[in-house]
């Protein structure tokens, strides 16, 4: 894979995830729960008017549609994770996670449509640090570095 552009804060983060998906109808996203879904429905506010499902780890059948609430972007019922872009996200090759790649490999043989897009979405280089980047056949890795300090009075 090359360097193909860079970008700073969450925001450019945001936006270089919708312009890679803007042809899109649909997106899957498939990662853990409590560290993946707050970002799944993030990503999934700035293309607010695609259709876009959640898959908890490697499960198919927890599949759920994520839905516009008054409340921000929330899980709803099943819904069918056939899609054109399933992003992969970084939580899932987080040690703690237990996940192996090649259990992905086959969700996504099971999930992404004909001539599909396979994204990975993570930050801190979690895909290529733990050697996914070598299992999975990405079309795009879009990563981020958080930086942080603390403040006190």
Avoid at 2 to 28: N, P, Q, Y
Wanted: glycine fraction near 8%; proline fraction near 4%; include cysteine.
């Amino acid at each position: 894979m090359k360097l193909e552009g860079e970008f700073t804060g969450i925001t450019e983060h945001l936006l270089t995830f919708r312009e890679e998906v803007k042809d899109a109808k649909k997106i899957t996203f498939i990662g853990m729960p409590g560290v993946c879904s707050p970002f799944a429905e993030l990503f999934s506010y700035v293309v607010r008017d695609k259709e876009a499902v959640f898959i908890t780890g490697t499960d198919i059948k927890t599949a759920r549609k994520i839905e516009m609430t008054p409340q921000g972007m929330q899980f709803g019922e099943t819904a069918d994770p056939s899609s054109e872009v399933v992003a992969i996200l970084g939580g899932l090759a987080m040690p703690k996670s237990n996940i192996d790649p090649e259990e992905v490999n086959e969700l996504i043989e099971n999930v992404i449509m004909d001539n599909g897009k396979l994204m990975g979405l993570c930050y801190m280089d979690v895909f290529r640090d733990a050697g996914w980047h070598e299992v999975l056949d990405f079309d795009c890795i879009i990563n981020a570095t958080l930086e942080g300090f603390v403040l006190r009075k």
